[in-house]
């Protein structure tokens, strides 16, 4: 097997040519899908485990103190304690709660992100799925976890996660918009909805410096909206412990509970790997469009480096807000889309319309 | 299915009724609000109080005065040395004792710290109520400087029962003055910080600037004190109007909102800090040295009759009436909590918001329970 | 302001008014029936109008109880006490809950630690004890488990 890392394309083909050659072509494909399926799943642990700490982390340093330092090196096997004890807990059932609503509601939530994380590219080559229509799917897969999230409020019967479920669902509903438009904006310039081709039309320049003014706004509108999403950051009213309710997830105890808390995690690295993906080049190296030296230099650092640096930037960037910001009330922050981040989303559509034609951009 | 409905009035319009406490993170302390909603909106709200009712004015009936002080303390615990010096300018002014000078300086300086520390963790805890939960850890780093150095002057950081009826129970730490002058050197610095994480950010006036209004006829009549009722406009601090121990020899700004709504009361109180630090300025350099209490008799008996002293903590106006019979244990004491009139008017302010709105609200007047249900 | 002017002022329309010991603050010593009347007559007041009720009280003297309102004038930073005393057997008092709001609270403290039940109030229910505790702040409140007689 040949492994090229700056071209990973090279080691999945010979995978495939591997098992194509040892068996029929119907089990390779079979053997292919488990494997990938297997692949995610234990990204999805380790990652997820991984965001959990470094929130942790992140936190204490804003917020001038340590952080987890006792269980393991630095405190690294923190997660792995939280997640056993999450696991040893008791799972408390509820009188007449419809019960499997209430068993299912925190699968729905992770197959939504399990989903969309199919379709992100991570590296030259490294990709499961590439659809031609990459980012209408993202979109629309990330859509199923409020179906996850009013399913969790309705079945807990009780009137404060029911409360928890229609805010959140309210919220995330009138962000998704948001999101969408923002995204458009970038699929207007390159042309394609395909994440490979927008990710090598950057060869030149990333689309937030090629695009300048309007992929800027649209930057800025794609973040806002998705902190909002993910019910995170200053958008967590549905969820906060001083409001009145915990939220849609107050019923739930033990594992389930942990299901919901990953989820909101990988729903988090998903919207920074979007948005790595869309605006800042995804894989490819910082390149400015001429400088073949400077471009060379960029290329020695493998992709798959450059697209982890970017995402734990974007990351970061989201846990700051968090920790800083006072949250918004339900109606400020259903003001704030559909007043105004709709209208600039709007306005900034026209816009991209209007430089795409004229050439005027990169 | 009788029990579980109990707690729950529904009428015909979609109202329903819900508790908020007597546990709950955002009330600060065991304090029931029985909140009546309307889907996100609040149509009245009824305060319960008397989950923490120690009966301290009745204990106090069959203690000697200095040992009431103690009591004090528990009280308002943030502004416990406020407490402490009201009950002692009663019993001194009843027994007609002239303090020396440098006990009402010591007096003073102790209670612009203590002003300054409560408005800290009232600061602190304000910020998590609203989510920006660094706050709270900024705050309380800061107030560990001013903990520590009562620490060393009296031995303890939040209760210290310092004040006796006739001057102070022994002389400060002879490192009081130069830590004091450290830490107001330190905070200056820190405290426009404060100003950049909370008093500037949008989502924060969004949250509290025409939330929670309170006019000035309405801060009267419902007696609210303290920063709550200047940040209404109505001037009510006692330290000017009705000046005790060394706040006639110092200048002072009484700080003055007319808004009315939370914002105003969030300045008000970021505005007496820079105060109380100017106050301590103006005294901690000059503190005269002629001895730490007054000659008092071994055991106090106050002359028969009613005696009345008003003092401003840092919540608001607290009086002691302090009534005696010429025994060595008073026949009645009365304190009138500045809390006890803050909490009540919850309702008349915080009905036609949102839930939200009522956290910010209670926030803002800066409720302590324990004072509230003595 | 002038408290001698309003003595006058006051014996000139209510009668029984005695002046009180001024350790203090200047006091008025008055009947129990007149009461609202003359809080009215001090709220009102062309000279400076009393309008901060700042305490609300009462004290057991053994023979009779004494309910105390203590007022401020805001704009002329006058303090007056207002004294009445009311009949320990049975303590009726006209309320003033309708003039100041936050009477309506201190006069259910007293009525929850003293028994002093207030006329026409709007809601005198209990604010701190249970239903059947008695009155503490009573001189002759016995209770044999928590209080300790010395």
Known sequence: MSFNIYDLSSFTSSIDKGLNSAMTPFWATALEFVIIGLVFLLFYAVVGLFLVYAERKVCAIIQNRVGPNRVGKWGLMQTVADLIKLLTKELIPIKRSDKLLFNIAPFI???????????????????????????????????????????????????????????????????????????????????????????????????????????????????????????????????????????????????????????????????????????????MPLHIGGWAGFNHIMDFIPPLVWYIMKTAFIIYVIMWFKWTFPRLRIDQLLTLEWKYLLPINLVNIVLVAFLTLMGWYF | MSEEVKNIIVSENEDYVINMGPQH?????????????????????????????????????????????????????LSAHINNEAVCLCVEKALEVEVPERVKYIRTILAELTRLNSHQLWWSAFGMDLGALTTFFYGLRDREKILDIFEESFGSRLLHSFNTPGGLMHDVHPNFQKHIKE??????????????????????????????????????????????????????????????????????????????????????????MWESMNIIEQLVDNIPDDGHTAKMKAVLKLPEGEYNQRVETARGELDVLIKSDGNKTPTRVKFRSPNFNNLFVLNKIASGGKIADLVAISGSLDLVIPDIDR | MDISQLKIKLGEKFKGIEEADKIDLSGFIVPADQLHEIIVFLKEYEKGKFNYLFNLTCTD????????????????????????????????????????????????????????????HPDLRRLFLEDDFGYPLRKDFKDEINIIER
């Open chain 1, 109 to 283: 939530v992770i197959l939504a992100s399990f989903m969309a994380i199919a379709a992100i590219p991570f590296s030259k080559g490294l990709q499961a799925i590439d659809f031609n229509i990459g980012i209408f799917y993202i979109i629309a897969v990330s859509s199923l976890g409020v179906v996850g999230i009013l399913l969790a409020g309705w079945s807990s019967n009780s009137k404060y996660s029911l409360i928890g479920a229609m805010r959140s669902g309210a919220q995330i509903v009138s962000y998704e918009l948001s999101v969408g438009l923002s995204l458009l904006t970038i699929v207007i310039f390159a042309g394609s909805m395909q994440l490979s081709t927008i990710v090598e039309s950057q060869a030149d320049g990333w689309w937030l410096f090629k695009g300048h003014i309007s992929a800027f706004i649209a930057f800025i509108v794609f973040l806002i909206a998705s902190t909002a999403e993910t019910n995170r950051g200053p958008f967590d009213l549905a969820e906060a412990e001083s409001e009145l309710t915990a939220g849609f997830h107050t019923e739930y105890s033990g594992i389930k509970f942990a299901f919901f808390f990953l989820a909101e995690y990988m729903n988090m690295f998903i919207v920074a790997s979007i948005a790595v993906t869309v605006f800042l080049g995804g894989w």
């Open chain 2, 183 to 272: 830490f107001i050197k330190y905070f200056r610095k820190k405290l426009p910080e404060y100003n950049q994480l909370l008093t500037d950010n949008v989502i924060f006036h969004e949250r509290s600037k025409g939330v929670g209004y309170l006019t000035k006829e309405e801060a009267i009549a419902w007696g609210v004190t303290g920063p709550s009722g200047r940040g209404s406009g109505f001037e009510c601090d006692i330290r000017k109007h009705y000046p005790y121990s060394a706040y006639d020899k110092v200048e002072f700004n009484e700080i003055l909102y007319t808004e009315g709504d939370t914002f105003a009361r969030y300045k008000a109180r970021m505005d007496e």
């Open chain 3, 61 to 120: 003297n053994g023979d009779s109880f004494t309910m105390l309102y203590y007022m401020e004038s805001v704009e002329e930073r006058a303090n007056v006490v207002v004294k009445t005393n009311i009949d320990r057997e049975k303590p009726v008092i006209p309320t003033v809950a309708d003039l100041f709001p936050a009477a309506e609270y201190l006069e259910r403290e007293v009525y929850d630690l003293f028994g002093v039940v207030f006329e026409n």
């Open chain 2, 25 to 77: 993170p955002s009330t600060h302390g065991v304090l029931r609000l029985e909140v009546c909603l309307n889907g996100e909106t609040v149509k009245w709200l009824r305060p319960h109080c008397g989950y923490i009712h120690r009966g301290i004015e009745k204990m106090c009936e069959s203690l000697t005065y200095p040992q009431i002080i103690h009591l004090t303390d528990r009280m308002d615990y």
